[in-house]
């Protein structure tokens, strides 16, 4: 009866007993033109009857199933070829290519998280997606539009303007690392170090190139328009998607401070405006004035600050309907505003603008 190779297994083949290449394959279930390939790139030199002549055979030893082991499993761990062949000929060592392996996808993970993130940026200003990667957030564009309007910007776009070549290249090796370091926080490592990171962007921008300490969100976020310094700068430090993923993370960390900072006043008028529509009102304008002074419009008119506020509240109704993203911004369970209380707010202020 002939022996079956797949059931004895290679412990039961003898160190000098040959094998066919036939037997070998149904042992290691690893085809004939894979094992073409290893040979190709000299990971496999199994003993042949002849090279280069009709009636060829390999004779397989048990080192050389052996070898052919190592390199199938070498193959589920996701190695290549290419890098196989450095681990046999001693040139690289397993665990350096693992390391490597792994930090490649460590940096893939935080380009997902980043992407998702940007994603979830442009859901919740209700724009589309396509658009929002081509473009940028319009909905918080059309709000930086009214800080751009605003004399001091002027003042600020003179400074820029100003600057020589000297001045930018010092920009620019300063904000590398801080680009960087935005880049590799990723959602997973939770998301204080993502404020962190922004804490440190806003903190160059403000002293490095606007020189106020007390600029506000708006006024950081209205300087990447396109080709703008800070637009360039970021690009150059961190590529293509750098702006992109530095304005996802600027907006949630504003939107988690400014929840938090409003979500007393939000609830108050919700709570008042159940039971006195009218008596909501006063304390609705007073939200909203307080609203715009947070954006960096405290000039805003009562009039204009009704008609800013609900723009924002809208963006808070967006983070509050995705639970993942919630629980991404306040682990903690800070925030305490819910739908219906924005949702009533938002009624007021629609009331109050319609006086």
């Known amino acids: 009866m002939a022996r079956d190779i797949r059931k004895e297994g290679l412990e039961s083949i003898g160190e000098d007993e040959v094998l066919s290449t036939g037997?070998?394959?149904?042992?290691?279930?690893?085809?004939?033109?894979?094992?073409?390939?290893?040979?190709d790139k000299g990971l496999l030199s199994v003993e042949q009857t002849g090279k280069d002549i009709s009636n060829n055979r390999r004779r397989w030893r048990k080192d050389d199933i052996r070898q052919l082991g190592r390199i199938k499993a070498l193959l589920t761990y996701g190695f290549k070829l290419?890098?196989?062949?450095?681990?046999?000929?001693?040139?690289?060592?397993?665990v350096d290519v693992l390391q490597g392996k792994l930090e490649d996808l460590q940096r893939e993970e935080a380009r997902l998280h980043r992407?998702?993130?940007?994603a979830k940026h442009i859901q919740v200003t209700d724009e589309d997606l396509v658009d929002g990667l081509l473009h940028g957030s319009l909905g918080m564009d059309d709000l930086a539009d009214l800080v751009r309007d605003e004399p001091g910007w002027e003042a600020h776009q003179h400074r820029v303007e100003a600057l020589t070549d000297e001045d930018l290249a010092a920009l620019r090796e300063s904000v590398e690392p801080i680009v960087c370091g935005l880049l590799s926080a990723t959602v997973s490592d939770g998301f204080e170090a993502v404020e962190r990171q922004v804490n440190a962007f806003t903190e160059w921008w403000k002293e490095a190139v606007l020189q106020d300490p007390d600029a506000s969100f708006l006024e950081v976020w209205a300087s990447f328009e396109d080709d703008s310094l800070v637009a360039t700068q970021v690009e150059k430090a961190g590529g293509e998607d750098a702006c992109a993923t530095v304005q996802a993370m600027l907006f949630f960390v504003f939107m988690k401070r400014l929840m938090l900072c409003i979500?007393?006043?939000?609830?108050?008028?919700?709570?008042?405006a159940e039971d006195d529509a009218a008596q909501a009102l006063p304390e609705a304008q007073q939200l909203a004035n307080g609203?715009?002074?947070q954006l960096g419009l405290e000039g805003a008119l009562d009039a204009d600050a009704v008609l800013i506020a609900p723009h924002v509240l809208f963006f808070a109704h967006g983070i509050l309907q995705d639970r993942a993203l919630l629980d991404l911004l306040d682990p903690t369970r800070e925030l305490r505003l819910t739908l219906p209380a924005i949702e009533r707010t938002l009624e007021t202020l629609n009331l109050l603008a319609s006086d």
Do not use: C
Request: hydrophobic residues 45%.
């Open 263 to 272: 979500q007393d006043d939000v609830l108050q008028v919700a709570q008042h």
């Open 82 to 94: 290419d890098e196989i062949g450095l681990i046999f000929n001693g040139e690289a060592d397993v």
């Open 291 to 293: 609203l715009t002074a």
């Open 115 to 118: 992407l998702i993130l940007f």
């Open 23 to 39: 037997q070998v394959i149904k042992l290691t279930g690893i085809s004939e033109g894979s094992i073409r390939k290893y040979e």
